[in-house]
């Protein structure tokens, strides 16, 4: 099979590989289609913990073509999407849901072989059916829309709050779309470029700053006077976060979706203490992944605009550099097989 491999941080080669044995437990899925994830740029880059040389991708959908146990043949053939946690379902986190924090679990995409590839394994038991009037593309996007539906959920977000989400690219949009969805009030989204606040306001969001030519503590005093409730920091970026701690409301929440690249930052501890904020950590997506497909299937939540970029896995590099140098107007790149 044709796939993308991460030889070793740095260096990305198109690959024929061998087509993937089945596993009792998992299944073999033709892929369909796979997005290209800026999490994926920093495997590349060798930033975060993988399994070298590995096949990179956690955001996919396709066809299950077999599987490892016979119990399981009812899948063959179906249109799915799948979690990537790979976990043992036994010890008291997995029992308890929490499957990020088993003692076994490995992530397909990081520790083992992910999307950008003609084949990849999953386990059944994360598998769910994608009805057909949700097409492939859009399907692949319902692993960072779970990650939008967790971090809502850990952020104790609620109906009629406000809501601020810094950074507008797949995540900050997703975050948009599922909080308009459970009735979150007056939603400002937060960004640098122009391009990507035009389609923040076309998938509604109240309002949108941009850092490039407005201030936006003076734009949230008028827009949200007595602070926000809600604030969702999708960068990772130290700026950022700083600024998160000073526009959310005494007692407010603050949810740090961002990936912060293993770097040290600063904050003012005092900003947290004195206003007695809770900040709360919410990366992956924690399950979510039915979830997001039933609101895309319902047509509550709908993805389309995000996706920028088709092309075939060959033209991988260009997806990659894509990714990197974010084009005027680019949010997602999806391989389409």
């Not at 057909?132 to 692993?143: G, I, K, Q």
Request: glycine share 10%.
């Amino acid at each position: 099979m044709k796939a993308v491999q991460i030889k070793r941080p740095g260096v990305v080669e198109l690959i024929e590989a061998p087509i993937p044995d089945v596993p009792a437990g998992f299944a073999r899925i033709k892929v369909l289609a796979a997005a290209v994830c800026a999490t994926d740029l920093e495997v590349i880059d060798g930033k975060i913990p993988a399994n070298y040389p590995l096949i990179p991708g956690h955001e996919w959908s396709g066809i299950v073509e077999s599987v490892g146990s016979s119990e399981d043949s009812k899948w063959v053939g179906k249109s799915v999407i799948g979690s990537n946690d790979v976990v043992c379902l036994k010890c008291d986190a997995c029992r308890s849901g929490n499957w990020r924090y088993c003692r076994e679990f490995e992530e397909i995409g990081f520790k083992r072989n992910g999307a950008y590839a003609e084949y990849v394994i999953a386990p059944v038991y994360g598998l769910c059916e994608k009805p057909d009037n949700v097409p492939f593309e859009t399907a692949a996007l319902c692993e960072p829309l779970g990650v939008a539906l967790g971090t809502l959920e850990k952020a104790s977000a609620k109906f009629g709050q406000t809501l601020v989400i810094i950074g507008a690219g797949s995540i900050g949009l997703c975050m948009l779309s599922a909080a308009k969805a459970m009735g979150m009030r007056k939603i400002v989204v937060v960004a640098a470029s122009e391009k990507r606040l035009e389609l923040a306001r076309k998938m509604g969001a109240y309002a949108t700053i941009s850092t490039a030519n407005q201030d936006i503590f003076e734009e949230l005093k008028r827009i949200h006077p007595d602070g926000t409730d809600v604030v969702i920091e999708a960068t990772g970026i130290e700026s950022c976060i700083q600024t998160s701690l000073k526009i959310t409301r005494k007692g407010g929440t603050i949810a740090l979706a961002g990936y912060g690249r293993g770097a040290n930052m600063t904050i003012r501890v005092d900003d947290i203490h004195i206003n007695n904020l809770h900040v709360v950590g919410a990366g992956n997506n924690w399950n979510q992944h039915k979830n997001a497909m039933m609101l895309m299937a319902d047509g509550i939540i709908d993805l389309s605009p995000l996706v920028t970029e088709t092309m075939p896995l060959e033209d991988f590099a260009k997806a990659i550099d894509m990714a990197r140098t974010r084009p005027h107007g680019f949010i997602k790149a999806i391989f389409k097989f």
